[in-house]
């Protein structure tokens, strides 16, 4: 193939990728042919078209043919740019964004990459913006003149009322199965470990608690509304988190979620329009702006900054949880739960704990941990014994209370730790392997204290799992910082058989019911326990 034939077509500056560029070649020469350029001038020829476009703002009908069967080369069917297409968005780039001739022919020489990026990967407008400003610093690209290409060759983002309502529904159903019986601080944390996890670099427990720290809280509540608002629309694109107006978040599919939020909690005014009405992108000078909201402004920023900085599968998936949480923080704030009897009889003891234990409870394990709870609080009491995690929620971290288990008792006087493990399904080798690579985190920070009662070689600990039903062995006894460890494993039924009936109705009323009928715990698991009852 001709030098001069590659040198004319490059110095179109179509939005070609390399592998197109053969196929471009082979039309260009045969269209050149068909009109008589030959191939010795096909370079000055094409470079005076581009002049006379450039002089006179309308490009010849031989410029517009000779675009068109190059572009209509590109393997990429999805979405073909036209010779009407692209002069168009270079006529606009120039009208409506100021850009200079030479400025719109250079921008227009990256839409190949930004159209596979955004169909291929779904990347907004915004995102596209900082991939193609780090690709060519000359031009000033923006999510505004991005999405007008786009949208010139028939390619729009957007998010659907109906999709918005299907991600909300699911977001819903989801928030009980990650946080069980948590509150808010406990899901705060939960949140935040498994962002650390994927690289969130912010404090995201402290940024979501500084936006709403109790339920009911109303002072921060539209900035958390646009928290939910921006970490839902990264469930469909890879979008920057800082950018508000690209997806309408005053129109119909915003102003649907602000609407699920209850009055109690929020005014029907849109977030968006009272905080960031004119406010394209947030930033630090926003935050600043805030006066007596500044703290709440301050953690939304955070945690979109933190955000941003994240791959996109991470940034998704930190925004689910977050939205998560969103809908605890609404679980929380709802009516007042069910209410459960404050006892149980000693005549109806008996046969609520063999139904108990006679199979997963389908409660999340919520149930058998209170169990275990209450039938340890009865045995471990004051003052030889020192509690740890009774009535946590279920994901309350171990590392966080510096426990052994679930709950854990120590005893001063004999060197013990007895600790117990409660497992609503079946138990397996990998559950207790991760226990034991739990243990190896917590240990650490519980030896100064031990160490202070006796040398850490006079203590041991016994940690016992609780199960419905078990399909593994107990490990054998290990040396972990200096402390001995012995396992053990009961099933439910075995775990409750040493139960005596008549005096442990205080502890199932304290450490049982009384926890399950807190806001924390979800409906359903109060409904079960009412039917266990009834059984």
């Known amino acids: 193939m001709s030098k001069l034939l590659q040198q004319a077509l490059r110095s179109l500056c179509l939005p070609l990728s390399p592998r197109e560029e053969p196929k471009a070649e082979t039309v260009l020469k045969e269209f050149f042919e068909e009109n008589n350029v030959a191939d010795f ?6 470079k005076l078209e581009l002049g006379l476009w450039e002089d006179s703002g309308k490009p010849s009908k031989l410029l517009s043919q000779t675009v068109g069967i190059v572009l209509a080369s590109t393997k990429d ?4 740019v036209s010779a009407k297409a692209y002069f ?3 006529r606009k780039l120039q009208e409506e964004y100021k850009y200079s001739h030479s400025d719109a022919t250079a921008f227009l020489s990256h839409l190949r990459i930004a159209i596979e990026l955004a169909i291929n990967h779904r990347f907004s407008a915004a995102r596209l913006t900082y991939v193609l400003s780090q ?3 000359r031009i000033h690209f923006s999510s505004q003149n991005i999405g007008m290409a786009l949208q010139q060759i028939g390619y729009t983002t957007g998010v659907s009322v109906q999709e918005m309502e299907t991600l909300f529904e699911l977001d819903r159903s989801g928030e009980v199965d990650l946080f069980a019986d948590a509150d808010l601080t406990v899901g705060a944390e939960l949140v935040a470990l498994n962002a650390a996890e994927l690289g969130f670099r912010g404090d995201l427990k402290a940024d979501l608690l500084n936006l709403a720290a109790k339920p009911d809280e109303t002072r921060y509540i539209a900035h958390l509304q646009v928290l939910h608002f921006q970490c839902s629309l990264l469930d469909f694109y890879d979008h920057s988190a800082f950018d508000l107006y690209e997806f309408r978040p005053r129109g119909a599919t915003a102003n649907w979620l602000f609407d699920q939020y209850p009055r109690n909690l929020a005014t029907a005014a849109n977030p968006f329009l009272n905080n960031a009405k004119a406010v394209g992108i947030l930033n630090r000078s926003w935050v600043e702006s805030k006066g007596n909201l500044l703290p709440g402004a301050l953690a939304l920023f955070n945690i979109l900054s933190s955000l941003d900085e994240l791959s996109y599968a991470e940034r998704r998936e930190v925004a689910k949880q977050i939205r998560a949480w969103i809908f605890l923080f609404l679980r929380l704030s709802g009516n007042t739960p069910i209410s459960l009897p404050s006892g149980i009889s000693i005549e109806a003891l008996p046969s609520f704990l063999i139904r108990l234990s006679s199979g997963n409870t389908q409660t999340l394990g919520i149930l ?3 169990l275990v709870d209450a039938i340890t609080g009865f045995r471990f009491q004051l003052p030889y014994w020192r509690a740890r ?8 971290t171990n590392l966080s209370k510096k426990k052994l288990g679930d709950c854990d008792y120590q005893n001063s006087e004999t060197r013990e730790i007895e600790a117990f493990e409660s497992h609503g399904g079946k138990l ?5 392997e991760e226990h034991i690579r739990t243990l190896r985190k917590v240990l650490p920070l519980r030896v100064e204290e031990l160490d202070s009662i006796a040398n850490i070689s006079e203590w041991k600990a016994k940690i016992t799992f609780a199960a419905q039903s078990v399909n593994c062995d107990p490990p054998k006894e290990m040396i972990l910082d200096g402390l ?3 396992f053990k494993i009961l099933t439910f039924s075995e775990f409750i058989g040493t139960v005596d009936v008549e005096l442990i109705g205080p502890f199932i009323s304290l450490l049982f019911l009384r926890p399950l009928g807190e806001k924390r715990t979800p409906e359903a698991v109060r409904l079960r326990l009412l039917d266990m009852l009834v059984s």
Do not use: K, W
């Open 389 to 396: 995690g009774l009535s946590d929620s279920i994901n309350a």
């Open 41 to 46: 001038e096909c370079l000055s020829r094409i």
């Open 77 to 80: 069917s999805s979405y073909p």
């Open 484 to 486: 001995r460890v012995q």
């Open 135 to 137: 690709l060519d610093g």
């Open 368 to 370: 058998e941990q209170r």
């Open 428 to 432: 397996t080798d990998t559950y207790i």
């Open 88 to 90: 168009s968005i270079h």
